[in-house]
């Protein structure tokens, strides 16, 4: 039978065969290349073993008297001092800087200007200054009283008995790190929210209580990092008592380099290897405080140097591991 005009004729075609499965090959994702990196890595390089080097074979720094001096007694009897002068200063500046705080931040304005001034004054003159005129205080002053202004004494003190070499470099050092400590201090009180403040007082504890458990515990945080810095200052600033005729590490460097001219080189890399040492250790504990009152401030505590060491040795093997699977 045939078809009629204008049909279409529907023809069958037989499905295509699927295209042969594709292997898949693992393939490593090139990181990106940064040649100023490697180039500033390769300077910083060349620079440290030219340094090292110049360290290790210049005879002139004289690396056998070093060994020689660093643990003698003259130079420990030195660090003593200077450890004995840094913890006075730092325990009597932290409380004079709270105290000097809480009054720059109080409402009468005797005390805020009486702080505001001390603070302006100390921070103005030099430390070796404030340490001579101390030193030089009994010419001004020969005796010290306690009693009613303008009226009879109650007790009288002998000021060049008082006023021995340790206590001019304490006191000196004391009064300037007080002025530095009541900023600091001042800067971590009123980096605390003030809603802590208003629900403090909405509970009806006294003040002192709200400074002593919420204020203050919180403001740590802020005032320990900035503090630190303060008291690595002041291990440093101990090389000044000097100049008052205490003999700390500083000192009995400098004694010693007068009577062994030769060897001036060996006993100030001495003294800075110590102070390299005591302004490491100091860090190492700046850490841990810091760790200690971040608890409940931050979702996970910072790791410490133990915990990022097993971390990298870690990644070390599984990127060792992959790399061997590939």
């Known amino acids: 039978m045939s078809e009629p005009p204008g049909a279409v004729t529907l023809v069958e075609v037989p499905p295509a065969e699927p295209p042969p499965p594709r292997k898949l090959t693992a393939q490593r994702v090139q990181p990106l290349r940064r040649p ?21 074979t210049n005879p002139f720094y004289q690396w056998d008297r070093f060994g020689y ?31 000097l705080a809480l009054a720059r931040l109080s409402r009468s304005p005797v005390l805020r200007a009486a702080s505001w001034t001390y603070v302006w004054a100390l921070r103005s003159v030099p430390l ?23 009226g ?23 009064l300037n790190e007080a002025a530095y400590a009541a900023e600091v201090v001042r800067g971590g009180i009123l980096s605390v929210d003030q809603g802590q403040h208003e629900a403090s007082s909405a509970l009806g504890l006294p003040k002192g209580y709200q400074f ?49 001219p030769g060897d001036i080189v060996p006993l100030l890399l001495v003294v800075t290897v110590w102070y390299l040492i005591l ?23 910072p790791p410490t140097p133990l915990q990022k060491l097993r971390t990298g040795l870690r990644d070390l093997r599984e990127r060792a591991r992959r790399e061997a699977a590939v």
Not at 135 to 144: I, M, P, V, W
Not at 152 to 174: H, K, N, Y
């Open 36 to 56: 100023g990196r490697w180039i500033a890595t390769a300077v910083v390089l060349v620079l440290a073993a030219q340094f090292a080097h110049g360290l290790v």
């Open 69 to 99: 001096w660093f643990l003698r007694p003259t130079i420990l009897d030195g660090l003593l001092i200077t450890l004995e002068v840094t913890a006075w200063s730092a325990v009597l500046g932290l409380l004079g800087g709270i105290l």
């Open 128 to 150: 070796i200054v404030v340490l001579l005129f101390l030193y030089n205080f009994s010419a001004l002053y020969k005796t010290l009283s306690v009693g009613v202004p303008f």
């Open 152 to 174: 009879p004494a109650f007790f009288t003190f002998d000021e060049s008995r008082l006023a021995t070499d340790m206590a001019i470099a304490v006191i000196g050092l004391s």
């Open 212 to 260: 002593r458990r919420i204020v203050f515990p919180q403001a740590l945080r802020s005032i320990t990092p900035n503090y630190v810095n303060q008291l690595i200052g002041l291990i440093k600033s101990t090389s000044l008592v000097f100049y008052v005729s205490l003999l700390d590490l500083f000192g009995t460097a400098q004694s010693m380099g007068s009577t062994y």
């Open 279 to 301: 302004t490491s250790l100091v860090s190492v504990v700046q850490f841990y405080v810091e760790r200690y009152f971040a608890r409940g401030a931050t979702r996970s505590l």
